[in-house]
């Protein structure tokens, strides 16, 4: 019969072994989004990945109209109508920049 201290051990051995396995199943997508400046995060579910354009940050949507681009008889000039701005890397804390 198994003790909870040798249940635990296994588990532990188990969950380990899975991770690993994981970890070189995904090695090859990991690298070549870590190679294109992504994030990347392993969900709580096994065996999934999931991949993020930090860039993304960097898109908001306009202010001024709203996010609505204006009208097609009078766009937005702040967003010349696209109802989305790029914002500067500098808008960000711990970018770096000063």
């Known amino acids: 019969m198994l003790t909870n201290s040798s249940e635990g051990s296994i588990r532990r051995a188990l969950r380990q072994l899975i991770n690993r396995w994981e970890d070189w199943l995904f090695a090859a997508d990991d690298a070549a989004a870590k190679n294109r400046g992504w994030q990347v995060c392993r969900p709580p579910s096994r065996f999934a990945r999931a991949y993020r354009d930090p860039r993304w940050d960097l898109i908001s949507a306009c202010e001024a109209c709203g996010g609505d681009g204006g009208s097609a008889i009078q766009p937005c000039e702040a967003?010349?109508?696209?109802?989305?701005?790029?914002?500067?890397?500098a808008d960000f804390p711990g970018n770096g920049a000063s």
């Open 79 to 89: 967003c010349q109508g696209r109802g989305t701005i790029r914002l500067d890397r």
